[in-house]
Protein backbone atom coordinates (compact mmCIF):
# COMPACT_ATOMS: atom_id res chain seq x y z
CA UNK A 1 0.00 0.00 0.00
CA UNK A 2 1.46 3.57 -0.44
CA UNK A 3 2.69 5.37 1.88
CA UNK A 4 0.91 8.40 1.22
CA UNK A 5 -2.35 8.75 -0.49
CA UNK A 6 -2.26 10.53 -3.91
CA UNK A 7 -4.57 13.86 -3.22
CA UNK A 8 -6.00 16.41 -5.34
CA UNK A 9 -3.35 18.96 -4.97
CA UNK A 10 -0.83 15.86 -6.25
CA UNK A 11 -3.12 14.86 -9.03
CA UNK A 12 -3.94 18.61 -10.07
CA UNK A 13 -0.36 19.67 -9.68
CA UNK A 14 1.01 17.12 -12.05
CA UNK A 15 -1.83 17.65 -14.30
CA UNK A 16 -0.60 21.30 -14.34
CA UNK A 17 3.16 19.86 -15.23
CA UNK A 18 2.43 17.54 -17.67
CA UNK A 19 0.56 20.72 -19.39
CA UNK A 20 2.99 23.11 -18.75
CA UNK A 21 6.00 20.94 -20.44
CA UNK A 22 3.70 19.94 -23.67
CA UNK A 23 3.18 23.66 -23.87
CA UNK A 24 6.93 24.80 -23.47
CA UNK A 25 7.55 22.25 -26.37
CA UNK A 26 8.43 18.45 -24.45
CA UNK A 27 6.38 15.72 -26.20
CA UNK A 28 5.08 13.92 -24.03
CA UNK A 29 4.06 9.92 -24.86
CA UNK A 30 3.15 8.52 -21.30
CA UNK A 31 2.32 10.87 -18.69
CA UNK A 32 0.71 8.86 -15.26
CA UNK A 33 1.37 8.86 -10.99
CA UNK A 34 1.95 4.97 -10.84
CA UNK A 35 2.46 3.70 -7.29
CA UNK A 36 5.19 0.79 -8.03
CA UNK A 37 5.09 -2.24 -5.47
CA UNK A 38 8.70 -2.26 -4.86
CA UNK A 39 8.70 1.43 -3.56
CA UNK A 40 5.15 1.97 -1.83
CA UNK A 41 5.32 5.64 -2.99
CA UNK A 42 3.96 7.45 -6.03
CA UNK A 43 5.68 8.75 -8.82
CA UNK A 44 5.28 11.03 -11.87
CA UNK A 45 6.35 9.21 -14.75
CA UNK A 46 6.75 11.25 -17.81
CA UNK A 47 7.76 9.15 -21.50
CA UNK A 48 9.25 11.48 -24.19
CA UNK A 49 11.00 10.47 -27.29
CA UNK A 50 13.41 13.08 -26.53
CA UNK A 51 15.05 11.28 -23.57
CA UNK A 52 16.02 8.79 -26.47
CA UNK A 53 17.12 11.53 -28.10
CA UNK A 54 19.05 13.72 -26.27
CA UNK A 55 19.31 12.07 -23.06
CA UNK A 56 17.48 12.25 -19.59
CA UNK A 57 19.66 14.71 -17.69
CA UNK A 58 18.60 17.54 -20.20
CA UNK A 59 15.21 16.29 -19.96
CA UNK A 60 15.01 16.05 -16.23
CA UNK A 61 16.69 19.51 -16.36
CA UNK A 62 14.05 21.09 -18.99
CA UNK A 63 11.93 20.04 -16.79
CA UNK A 64 13.25 21.38 -13.43
CA UNK A 65 12.80 24.67 -15.15
CA UNK A 66 9.30 24.20 -16.02
CA UNK A 67 8.59 23.29 -12.50
CA UNK A 68 10.48 25.90 -11.15
CA UNK A 69 8.93 28.56 -13.54
CA UNK A 70 5.61 27.57 -12.89
CA UNK A 71 6.01 27.12 -9.23
CA UNK A 72 4.53 23.41 -9.69
CA UNK A 73 4.19 21.82 -5.66
CA UNK A 74 5.53 18.57 -7.67
CA UNK A 75 8.72 17.97 -5.94
CA UNK A 76 11.68 16.94 -8.62
CA UNK A 77 12.27 13.63 -6.78
CA UNK A 78 8.66 12.87 -7.38
CA UNK A 79 9.31 12.74 -11.08
CA UNK A 80 10.64 10.26 -13.16
CA UNK A 81 11.24 10.74 -17.26
CA UNK A 82 12.15 7.50 -19.52
CA UNK A 83 11.81 7.10 -23.12
CA UNK A 84 8.98 5.47 -25.12
CA UNK A 85 10.82 2.01 -25.68
CA UNK A 86 10.58 1.57 -21.90
CA UNK A 87 8.62 -1.83 -21.61
CA UNK A 88 7.17 -1.43 -18.44
CA UNK A 89 5.54 2.02 -19.76
CA UNK A 90 4.46 0.28 -23.18
CA UNK A 91 2.74 -2.24 -21.69
CA UNK A 92 0.24 0.28 -19.44
CA UNK A 93 -3.28 -0.41 -21.39
CA UNK A 94 -4.44 1.40 -24.95
CA UNK A 95 -7.77 1.71 -23.42
CA UNK A 96 -6.08 5.17 -21.98
CA UNK A 97 -5.94 8.32 -24.24
CA UNK A 98 -5.87 12.44 -23.70
CA UNK A 99 -9.14 13.93 -23.52
CA UNK A 100 -10.63 16.57 -22.18
CA UNK A 101 -13.62 14.75 -21.76
CA UNK A 102 -11.79 11.84 -20.21
CA UNK A 103 -8.58 13.41 -18.04
CA UNK A 104 -7.92 10.84 -15.96
CA UNK A 105 -7.75 6.88 -16.24
CA UNK A 106 -7.25 4.86 -12.99
CA UNK A 107 -5.02 1.87 -12.94
CA UNK A 108 -5.56 -0.42 -9.94
CA UNK A 109 -3.09 -3.60 -9.55
CA UNK A 110 -1.13 -6.00 -11.81
CA UNK A 111 1.83 -6.15 -13.24
CA UNK A 112 3.22 -4.46 -16.26
CA UNK A 113 5.71 -6.38 -17.99
CA UNK A 114 7.79 -7.29 -14.83
CA UNK A 115 6.67 -4.36 -12.80
CA UNK A 116 4.13 -4.68 -10.06
CA UNK A 117 1.90 -1.73 -10.19
CA UNK A 118 0.04 -0.74 -6.90
CA UNK A 119 -1.99 2.09 -8.19
CA UNK A 120 -1.57 4.64 -10.81
CA UNK A 121 -3.46 6.97 -12.27
CA UNK A 122 -3.03 8.03 -15.62
CA UNK A 123 -3.30 11.20 -18.17
CA UNK A 124 -1.97 10.39 -21.14
CA UNK A 125 -1.18 8.30 -23.57
CA UNK A 126 -0.19 8.99 -27.21
CA UNK A 127 2.23 6.47 -28.84
CA UNK A 128 2.62 8.47 -31.89
CA UNK A 129 4.21 11.19 -30.47
CA UNK A 130 7.24 12.13 -32.48
CA UNK A 131 11.01 13.73 -30.87
CA UNK A 132 11.33 17.11 -30.54
CA UNK A 133 13.39 18.18 -34.04
CA UNK A 134 16.35 19.37 -31.22
CA UNK A 135 16.71 19.05 -27.52
CA UNK A 136 13.94 21.35 -25.31
CA UNK A 137 15.60 24.60 -23.66
CA UNK A 138 14.03 26.03 -21.16
CA UNK A 139 14.86 29.10 -22.75
CA UNK A 140 11.96 32.94 -22.32
CA UNK A 141 9.74 31.38 -24.96
CA UNK A 142 9.42 28.03 -23.51
CA UNK A 143 8.80 29.47 -19.71
CA UNK A 144 6.46 32.17 -21.71
CA UNK A 145 4.28 29.39 -22.67
CA UNK A 146 4.62 27.20 -19.95
CA UNK A 147 3.55 29.94 -17.32
CA UNK A 148 -0.02 30.45 -19.80
CA UNK A 149 -1.01 27.21 -18.79
CA UNK A 150 -0.09 27.45 -15.01
CA UNK A 151 -1.78 31.21 -14.82
Not at 27 to 32: G, R
Not at 46 to 72: C, H
Amino acid sequence: MAKTPLVDFDIDGGRNLVHALEKAGLPISIAAWLCLQDSADWQLFIATPDVQTYGPTTIIKFVDRIRSAINSPVRLDKVTVTNTTNHFINNIPLFSYHSEAQPLHRFRGGFLGDVDIEDGLIYKIDRTVKASKAAPRPNAEAIRKARSIAA
